[in-house]
């Protein structure tokens, strides 16, 4: 598994793709380059990527550090592996775990934000953290500064509170480096640290997006406290609405920057949360009798928006009526203009009316899996591309 996982080419729904098709990572790892051909959407570079890593010492080397880490790894498909993860579209092929995952870890909740917050925002997250602990959640964040950090101090404050901490870089670093201690108190019995980055990758920008799929994924619903239109939380937000899974905001200040982003999914449908009550009882289903209720209130609460109304963080819907073509630059590509070299490499292989899936746009451009994936999920920010069911893209 790890020798596939890390071949070239292959990302996790590259790694799903394959192993249905040959029956187990082994199998893939040993398939002639001819037969790996075989397979849709696998090219030379996929295949030649699979047959150098079959003869590569670095899955060997993977298990000594992992040793020397005191770090455990989880492998889909084993009886351990999260459950609510490995029922996502595209889940990590090995989880890295520092800790102790639990089965009770199932019913837990991600709480996300900016990392420039206020003290009313890191206030708000401490408090949720706190209160869905006690609830009997486990709380998940990515042990970033501001919002994530007071979430997971939060549920740390409860007793016999657990905090799961989703890394965007391997697991023998700690980033932050000021949330060391914070992450030794986590990993000590009280939850665990997560990455699906192999030992040594180099804390990236490009990592994070990945990092924030797997928040999404291990989680029954997002919470997000604090953060800008064009934030990571709402990348995570993004992601827990193409799980399926609930989508929670926490209203701010009008004028704040900050307050946006919550502010904006609040508008398209999420869950507006004044306390952990309004979190609860919107899970109530889920969670009872499994957590602690709290005795019913009679706050009036806004009304929920049709189903059939804009969906979470999708594209700005709105036409422009006119007789003759109009000559001026699409909206879309003046957003483009300041694309770095790979954001554009990946924006041109878009199209407008041809879908194009994850696995044919790494193949076109050379990227590994996931710097398109990370690419793709800047492009959905800034409204330059949509998704559409089944992990396809068009430009937008």
Request: hydrophobic share 40%; glycine share 8%.
């Amino acid at each position: 598994m790890l020798r596939l996982s890390h071949a070239t080419g292959v990302g996790p729904v590259t790694f799903r793709k394959l192993v249905r098709v040959f029956g187990s990572p082994a199998a893939v790892i040993s398939a002639p380059r001819a037969r790996l051909l075989e397979v849709p959407d696998i090219g030379e570079r996929t295949a030649n990527g699979i047959q150098e890593a079959a003869r590569d010492a670095w899955a060997e080397r993977e298990l000594e550090h992992a040793a020397k880490f005191g770090v455990s790894l989880l492998c889909l498909g084993e009886p351990n592996y999260p459950k609510t993860l490995e029922h996502t579209y595209d889940p990590p092929p090995i989880l890295y775990v520092k800790g102790e995952l639990r089965e009770t870890d199932a019913l837990s909740i991600a709480i996300v934000g900016t990392r420039h917050c206020s003290h009313y925002g890191r206030a708000q997250a401490e408090k949720l953290g706190a209160g869905l602990a006690l609830a009997g959640f486990s709380v998940v964040s990515g042990l970033a500064r501001g919002i994530d950090t007071a979430a997971h101090a939060g549920a740390l404050s409860a007793n016999n509170g657990r905090t799961l901490c989703v890394l965007g870089n391997s697991l023998d670093t700690v980033y932050p480096a000021d949330n060391k201690k914070l992450l030794e108190r986590i990993v000590d019995g009280r939850g665990a640290a997560i990455s699906e980055l192999p030992f040594f990758t180099p804390t990236s920008a490009e990592n994070f997006p990945r990092r924030n799929r797997v928040i999404a994924g291990l989680t029954l619903g997002t919470v997000v406290v604090e953060g800008a239109e064009s934030s990571g939380a709402l990348i995570t937000a993004r992601f827990a609405v193409d799980m399926d899974r609930e989508v929670f905001a926490v209203p701010g200040p009008v004028e704040s920057p900050n307050s946006r982003g919550p502010h904006r999914l609040i508008k398209a449908g999420a869950k507006l949360v004044e306390d952990v009550g309004d979190i609860l009882a919107e899970l109530k289903e889920i969670a009872t009798p499994l957590v602690k209720m709290p005795a019913p209130d009679e706050r009036l609460r806004l009304a929920k928006k049709p189903k059939d109304e804009t969906p979470l963080l999708d594209s700005e819907i709105g036409t422009l009526s006119a007789t003759a073509p109009d000559a001026r630059p699409a909206v879309s590509e003046l957003r483009a203009v300041q694309l770095n070299p790979r954001e554009r490499a990946v924006f041109e292989l878009l199209d407008a009316a041809n879908p194009r899936g994850v696995d044919q746009l790494i193949e076109a451009s050379g990227l590994k899996a996931h710097e398109v994936l990370a690419t793709l999920m800047v492009l959905e920010v800034r409204r330059l591309c949509r998704q559409l069911p089944g992990k396809r893209f068009v430009k937008a």
